[in-house]
């Protein structure tokens, strides 16, 4: 059973949309969640964290946490061609605290 | 500032080969960990170390072994590659473990092909 679930993709939208991201977790217990970016062939980079429910805006990123519905999302207004990258959503969770990934959602933004 | 550094960047193996992953973090962080990527199924911990003198297993320990030879440094043995094997390796460091806020940081990764 996978803790972690996103959609795959590929989710294309048209440079200067906004761009939609959800992840889903199982374990209510999770404390905090992560956004990291991974452009082909590079390492992850975090993007935003979140712990609170609401939404976390950092820029061009807003980041979106519903606990009693165990759903967090990414939002990527103005999306450039740059943004063009697989999104991993991470999870704080498990008794030892681990982060645990969903297996990222390509995106591409098309000029 | 190298942050987190690992080495080979690539390295092909034959099956049943053993060779060492190393790493090493300069951000004085107390734990370290090594994922492996495969396409499709996102990063999972193979290994990890909380502090110093630790280590702790993962998701997918097997086939695996970790040294956490001081604070520095963190290196990941295939003991006899096997062709499952074949994957993306990253280390990764964050300065604690177990608590809100745990950012990781990863290295470049390395790319390891057993035929």
């Known amino acids: 059973q996978k803790e972690v679930e996103q959609n795959s993709g590929p989710l294309s939208v048209p440079e200067g949309a906004i761009a939609s991201l959800n992840c889903t977790y199982s374990?209510?217990?999770?404390?905090?969640f992560f956004w990291y970016r991974q452009y082909s062939g590079k390492s992850p980079e975090l993007i935003m964290f979140?712990?609170?429910?609401g939404d976390k805006e950092d820029g061009r990123f807003t980041a979106q946490l519903n606990k009693a519905s165990q759903y967090v999302s990414l939002l990527i207004r103005d999306s450039q061609p740059s943004d063009s990258a697989t999104y991993l959503c991470a999870v704080n969770s498990g008794s030892a605290r681990q982060l645990t990934f969903g297996s990222g959602t390509q995106l591409t933004v098309l000029p | 500032n190298a942050g987190v550094t690992q080495t080979p960047k690539f390295q092909v193996l034959k099956t049943g080969q053993s060779m060492t992953l190393q790493c090493a973090q300069d951000?004085?962080?107390?734990?370290m960990y090594w994922y492996r990527q495969d396409p499709g199924m996102g990063l999972r911990l193979i290994y990890y170390?909380?502090?110093?003198?630790?280590?702790d297993k993962g998701e997918v320990p097997n086939g695996y072994n970790v040294s956490r030879l001081n604070k520095r440094e963190f290196s990941l043995r295939l003991e006899s590659a096997a062709p499952s094997q074949t994957s993306v390796y990253f280390c990764a460091s964050s300065e604690a473990t177990g608590t809100a806020g745990n950012t990781i940081y990863f290295g470049e990764g390395s790319w390891l092909t057993v035929v």
């Open positions: 979140i712990y609170s429910n």
């Open positions: 374990d209510r217990g999770s404390q905090s």
């Open positions: 951000m004085n962080h107390n734990s």
């Open positions: 170390s909380a502090s110093e003198g630790t280590t």
